[in-house]
Antibody, heavy 118, light 113 residues
Framework: EVQLVQSGTEVKKPGATVKISCKVS????????MHWARQAPGKGPEWMGL????????VYPEKFQGRVTIIADTSTHTAHLELSRLRSEDTAVYYC???????????WGQGTLVTVSS | DIVMTQSPDSLAVSLGERATINCKSS????????????LAWYQQRPGQPPKLLIS???ARESGVPDRFSGSGSGTDFTLTISSLQAEDVAVYYC?????????FGQGTKLEIK
C-alpha cells in the first residue's frame, strides 16, 4: 500500500521559515513526481511545485519562486518542502501528493497545518 | 496559466436525486495527439485530503461507486452523481493536469437538501 506520512503541526512567526517532510512507503520513490499543494481555509488546493526524485529536478510556479524549495531525499525516501519569509497569508494545510508524468494526484499525504501568527 | 472555474459554488440535493457540478477551463485541455482530456475530479470530506475520483475527464478510479460519472471535452466538463447518498456530502474540485501549474477549481460544496 502506498503511504505518504507528513510531519506535524507547525506554528511560526512572520518572517520565519517552515520545513515540512513527507515520508513515503509502498512504492519505488524514483518512479513518481512528488508535488506540494496547500489549502487555505475554505479555498481550493493551490499547487506549490514538484520534484522529480529520479533526477532531482524541480518546478515551481512563479508565485512561489524565491520562497519555496522542494527536495527529494532518495536515501530516506522523504520529500521536504521549505517555505521562507512566512506571512499570515501562508496559514494553510500543506499536502504532499504523488503523480505520474502529466497525470493527476492519485495519493495524498494527510496534511500538515501551518499557522503563521505573531 | 489555465484557470479552472466551477459552478455552482454550493449545491443542495435530496437523497436519491441527481447532483451535477460543472467545471470550465480557460483554454482547451484536450490533447489532440491522444484525444485525452487532462481533467480530474476530487472529493474532499472535512478534515481529509482530496481523494481522486475521476481522471481523464471520465475514467473512474478503482473503488469509486458507479453513481459517479464524468463527462465533457475541450473546456467544459461535468461531474454527475446519479443518486445522491449521505456519504457523498463533501466539497468537489476539478483540476487540469494538461500544463503546469496544475490548477484546481475553487470547489463546489455538496449538501443534502
Amino acid at each position: 500500500e502506498v503511504q505518504l506520512v507528513q510531519s506535524g503541526t507547525e506554528v511560526k512567526k512572520p518572517g520565519a521559515t517552515v520545513k515540512i517532510s513527507c515520508k513515503v512507503s509502498g512504492y519505488t520513490f524514483n518512479d513518481y513526481y512528488m508535488h506540494w499543494a496547500r489549502q487555505a481555509p475554505g479555498k481550493g488546493p493551490e499547487w506549490m511545485g514538484l520534484v522529480d526524485p529520479k533526477h532531482g529536478e524541480t518546478v515551481y510556479p512563479e508565485k512561489f519562486q524565491g520562497r519555496v524549495t522542494i527536495i527529494a531525499d532518495t536515501s530516506t525516501h522523504t520529500a521536504h518542502l521549505e517555505l521562507s519569509r512566512l506571512r499570515s497569508e501562508d496559514t494553510a494545510v500543506y499536502y504532499c501528493a504523488l503523480s505520474g508524468n502529466y497525470e493527476p494526484f492519485d495519493t495524498w499525504g494527510q496534511g500538515t497545518l501551518v499557522t503563521v501568527s505573531s | 496559466d489555465i484557470v479552472m472555474t466551477q459552478s455552482p459554488d454550493s449545491l443542495a440535493v435530496s437523497l436519491g436525486e441527481r447532483a451535477t457540478i460543472n467545471c470550465k477551463s480557460s483554454q482547451s485541455i484536450l490533447y489532440n495527439s491522444n484525444n485525452r482530456n487532462y481533467l480530474a475530479w476530487y472529493q474532499q470530506r472535512p478534515g481529509q485530503p482530496p481523494k481522486l475520483l475521476i481522471s481523464w475527464a471520465s475514467a473512474r478510479e478503482s473503488g469509486v461507486p458507479d453513481r459517479f460519472s464524468g463527462s465533457g471535452s475541450g473546456t467544459d466538463f461535468t461531474l454527475t452523481i446519479s443518486s445522491l447518498q449521505a456519504e457523498d456530502v463533501a466539497v468537489y474540485y476539478c483540476q487540469q493536469y494538461y500544463r503546469l501549474p496544475y490548477n484546481f477549481g475553487q470547489g463546489t460544496k455538496l449538501e443534502i437538501k
